[in-house]
Nanobody
Framework: EVQLVESGGGLVQPGGSLRLSCGAS????????MNWVRQAPGKGLEWVSS????????DYADSVKGRFTISRDNTKNTLYLQMNSLKPEDTAVYYC???????????RGQGTQVTVSS
């Protein structure tokens, strides 16, 4: 069974940083591109970032480009998201997801809450 366990969220002031992690099991992690998606209060799922199977290629939503960095460690079956210069509009529950991402279906994991507020 596919399991994705997100962690690392919390409350941070604007301009602060957080590093999210996602532990994967139940599938061959290194053979899938991976993604981070988020859901802000009262809104639908939004794609944030993706990374290729070996971590060579990355892509970002315009709203986070230059502030967030996605990475992965295939030896640890773990996906990361380094978030810097956080803004209140980054407040959301963050989820990791295998590719292809389906933004119309609930994510598998429980997500991790990120709250950016002074």
């Amino acid at each position: 069974e596919v399991q994705l366990v997100e962690s690392g969220g919390g409350l941070v002031q604007p301009g602060g940083s957080l590093r999210l992690s996602c532990g994967a099991s139940g599938f061959t992690f290194s053979t899938y591109a991976m993604n981070w998606v988020r859901q802000a209060p009262g809104k639908g799922l939004e794609w944030v970032s993706s990374i290729s199977r070996r971590g060579i290629s990355t892509d970002y939503a315009d709203s986070v480009k230059g502030r967030f960095t996605i990475s992965r460690d295939n030896t640890k079956n773990t996906l990361y998201l380094q978030m810097n210069s956080l803004k209140p509009e980054d407040t959301a529950v963050y989820y990791c997801a295998k590719s292809p991402v389906n933004l119309t279906r609930p994510p598998r994991g429980q997500g991790t809450q990120v709250t950016v507020s002074s």
